[in-house]
């Protein structure tokens, strides 16, 4: 029985890359002026193997941690924090004929702190040194698997079973539980509050998503229980912690239920236009919401237009939203003309929102690209046979080409297979092509064969490997730093959408058609 062993970020363990998008400084964002120390975090890896921890910053993004060397290594990694930092890495034991096993390692962080981690063949982690906490933090106290990735639906069966009232009950045992547990580890006063800051984040998370759910109506209990959220800002801003946005979001739609009625919780920017003064005027307030713009604008690059039209409807309710939809309209500016809308980014509101494009390199890529002058892109078939990318795609028998680029190591790319061959068996009378193009490795072209016959698209046509991946002008010009990646290119050589809806998502083949329209 064949094992596949794969580091996941968490985002909420819903998205999976097979190839980091390797973010690795965590940012300096409006904090410029205030004393930032450095962390670091060190890991010991085994040649192409990789540890990928999902972070809090303005960006919610992660810090990744790759081994591209032929020899056993260890790597450092620097990280400019202000404050205590929590870390998540997910380690899945993918089982061909089982449930996928999921390890999950917490590791937080404080200005100054030096630790240093040791990766097994299983892939799972252990701390090898730290003048930090001594562990995992879920080896410390008790972390539901609620906190890294919320189960809606058993949240709706427990407040079915003991309500409100039952679940609060259960989130107070839980968190004086851990409570008890810190003090009985007998580790200094700091390191001890530290962790006790955690466990009321985790404590604030599970009552964020209480009040969040749409079947929770207001009521005195949850009044107080808002009250509390609304009451511990600081403490719950003390920690960089993964479910920080969680905690905002929910108070922010609570705040606006409350006032509005008719409000939808799950709806964060008309939460975000009829929340009170009172929230409006919190740092908690724009942190959020510019986290919001800045996350989207660099990790789901064409839903900034879809945030921009929110804002129009709404943007006059506030001067905050006013600014928001300003700064929307530059970030969409920049499919166009990215240097033109860089430059008034950099002008608009005193400079303060151009962290968000010279902070973070994947959001300078945002800008159409065309693929008319790059040099020949070396594509081999299962024969050996060499084709030019650009021929290929820009033959004129087809009005678009959809190109896949998957790995015999991506288990996420494989399976999106059956949802694109599904696709592309009810597009077949229509003028898009769909290429598949590998980014196995000359020394993996054995792999790429096996997993090709396994899905029966071995000798099939528009079946492809790219040549020399890391120094090919197209992962160069597309900056390509993950899979699955979905490519949508016309016979001109515009590059239409350079990051695709997966085959999997409602919105692929809707999109396919519009363009195609």
Not at 29 to 54: C, M, V, W, Y
Request: glycine share 4%.
């Amino acid at each position: 029985m064949k094992v596949f062993f794969i580091i996941l970020s968490i985002s909420s363990l819903m998205f999976v890359s097979c190839f980091s998008r390797e973010e690795s400084k965590h940012s300096k964002t409006e904090n410029h002026e205030q004393d930032i120390l450095q962390a670091s975090l060190s890991i010991s890896l085994k040649p192409g193997e990789r540890a990928i921890f999902n972070v809090f910053d303005v960006y919610r993004r992660s810090i990744a941690l790759k081994n591209a060397t032929t020899k056993d290594s260890l790597f450092e990694e620097k990280i400019w924090i202000d404050k205590p930092l929590l870390l998540v890495s997910g380690n899945v034991l993918v089982v061909p004929d089982g449930d996928p096993i999921l390890r999950i390692y917490g590791l937080l962080l404080s200005p100054g702190d030096s630790v240093v981690l040791d990766r097994h063949d299983d892939g799972a982690l252990s701390m090898h040194y730290s003048s930090g906490l001594p562990n995992f933090v879920d080896s410390l106290i008790v972390v539901p698997k609620d906190f890294y990735e919320h189960d809606g639906k058993r949240q709706q069966k427990r407040l079915a079973e003991i309500g409100v009232a039952g679940i609060t009950q259960d989130i107070d045992a839980a968190f004086q539980k851990n409570e008890t547990a810190i003090a009985a580890l007998a580790m200094p006063e700091v390191k001890a509050r530290l962790l006790s800051s955690l466990n009321s984040n985790i404590k604030y998370t599970a009552i964020a998503h209480l009040l969040a759910d749409p079947a929770v109506a207001s009521s005195g209990l949850t009044d107080s229980l808002y009250e509390d959220l609304f009451q511990h800002m600081d403490e719950i801003r003390s920690i960089d912690a993964t479910t920080k946005g969680t905690i905002f979001g929910a108070l922010i739609a609570y705040n606006a239920k409350k006032q509005h009625g008719d409000v939808d919780k799950t709806d964060m920017w008309e939460a975000a236009a009829y929340a009170d003064q009172q929230l409006k005027q919190t740092d908690m307030y724009k942190q959020h919401l510019v986290s919001a713009v800045a996350g989207t604008f660099v990790h789901s690059p064409k839903e900034i237009t879809a945030i921009n039209k929110e804002l129009q409807s709404i943007h006059t309710q506030d001067p905050f939203l006013d600014t928001l939809y300003q700064l929307t309209n530059i970030l969409s500016a920049t499919f166009t003309d990215f240097s033109q809308a860089k430059a008034a980014l950099k002008a608009f509101a005193g400079g303060r929102y151009r962290f968000i494009i010279e902070d973070n390199e994947q959001s300078a890529n945002h800008e159409m690209k065309v693929i008319t002058d790059l040099p020949p892109v070396e594509l081999h078939d299962f024969a050996g046979n060499k084709s030019d990318f650009k021929r290929i795609v820009m033959n004129k028998d087809y009005m678009l080409t959809l190109v896949d680029l998957w790995a015999s190591w991506c288990v996420p790319c494989i399976m999106e297979m059956p949802d694109l061959k599904k696709t592309a068996e009810k597009f077949r009378d229509k003028p898009i092509r769909f290429l598949a193009i590998s980014i196995d490795k000359e020394e993996d072209v054995d792999k790429w064969v096996a997993v090709a016959k396994k899905n029966a698209i071995y000798n099939k046509p528009n079946q492809y490997r790219l040549a020399n991946f890391r120094e090919s002008p197209l992962t160069k010009l597309l900056n390509i730093r993950n899979i699955p990646r979905y490519l949508v290119i016309n016979n001109e050589g515009r590059v239409l959408d350079e990051d695709f809806y997966r085959p999997s998502e409602s919105s692929f083949e809707l999109e396919l058609l519009k363009l195609l329209d």
